[in-house]
C-alpha cells in the first residue's frame, strides 16, 4: 500500500468517520481513529479529538502528534492515544505496515461482551470471519483510558504474534473493539465483518457449531487465512 501524505490521512479518517457514523457503528462522540504517518509524511500520528462525533470531523482540527504520542496541533487528542499507541508498536513487530486503528462501541461486539465469552469474542462461526478477522481476545474491563488496558492488549497482540496468530482486533470488554489494518478503509473492512459476525451470533439464538479443524485449514491454504 503507498503511504499517505498527512493530508490524505486527514481526509480519509474524515470519511470513514462519516461513513461509520452514517451506518450506526458509531454513536454519539463514541469511538476514535489514528492513523501511524511514515517518515515521509513527518512521523507520528493522528488522531480523532477527544468527545468529536465521527460523523462531523474536520480534518483541519484533528490532533497531530510527533512519535512518542506528545501532542503538536489541532484539538486535544482523544484519550485513547496510549491505546492506540501501544497497539501500533506491538502489532508492526509482525506486519510493519500496520498504518491505522480504530475503536468504536460497535452494539452487537458490545452485547456479547456482556456474556461470558471466554478467552475469546468469538468462535469460528463463519469463513470470512476467519479469513478478514481472525481471533479477537477479550480484554478485562477496565474504565476508558486505563493505561493497564493498553498494556493488557500490547500483550495480548505480542502474544498471538508470537504464536504464529497474528491478530487484527481486540474486544475491550463492556466498551467495544479495536481494529487495525493498513488504512482506515482496510480496518474499517475488519470492523464491519467483525460487528456482522457478532450480529449473526445474537440473531441465532443457540449459538451455531464452529467450523471444523479441517474447515478452517482448508481457508488457510486457499486464501491464507491467518487463523
Known amino acids: 500500500m503507498t503511504a499517505f501524505t498527512e493530508n490524505q490521512a486527514r481526509e480519509e479518517i474524515c470519511r470513514v468517520g462519516k461513513s461509520l457514523f452514517e451506518r450506526g457503528y458509531v454513536h454519539a462522540t463514541a469511538g476514535n481513529i489514528s492513523v501511524r504517518l511514515d517518515a515521509s509524511a513527518g512521523g507520528g500520528f493522528l488522531i ?4 468529536a462525533c465521527l460523523g462531523f470531523l474536520d480534518p483541519a482540527r484533528l490532533a497531530r502528534l510527533d512519535a512518542d504520542a506528545k501532542q503538536l496541533s489541532g484539538d486535544t487528542a482523544s484519550k485513547t492515544i496510549a491505546l492506540h499507541a501501544g497497539i501500533y508498536a506491538a502489532a508492526t513487530a509482525f506486519d510493519p505496515a500496520t ?5 468504536t462501541h460497535s452494539t452487537h461486539c458490545v452485547a456479547l461482551s ?5 478467552a475469546e469474542l468469538l468462535p469460528a462461526f463463519t469463513p470470512y470471519f476467519v479469513m478478514k478477522v481472525g481471533h479477537v481476545p477479550v480484554i478485562s474491563y477496565h474504565r476508558p483510558g486505563d493505561p493497564a488496558a493498553a498494556a493488557l492488549v500490547a500483550q495480548a497482540i505480542t502474544r498471538y504474534g508470537r ?3 497474528p491478530i487484527r482486533a481486540v474486544m475491550l470488554a463492556r466498551l467495544g473493539p479495536n481494529v487495525w489494518h493498513h488504512s482506515p478503509a482496510a480496518a474499517m473492512a475488519v470492523l464491519e465483518e467483525l460487528e456482522e459476525t457478532a450480529r449473526l451470533l445474537c440473531l441465532s439464538g443457540a449459538a451455531p457449531d464452529p467450523l471444523s479443524a479441517a474447515q478452517i485449514e482448508e481457508l488457510r491454504q486457499t486464501f491464507g487465512a491467518p487463523w
Open 114 to 118: 456482556l456474556r461470558a465469552t471466554g
Open 163 to 165: 504464536q504464529g496468530t
Open 48 to 51: 480523532t479529538p477527544t468527545d
Open 99 to 103: 498504518r491505522c486503528v480504530i475503536h
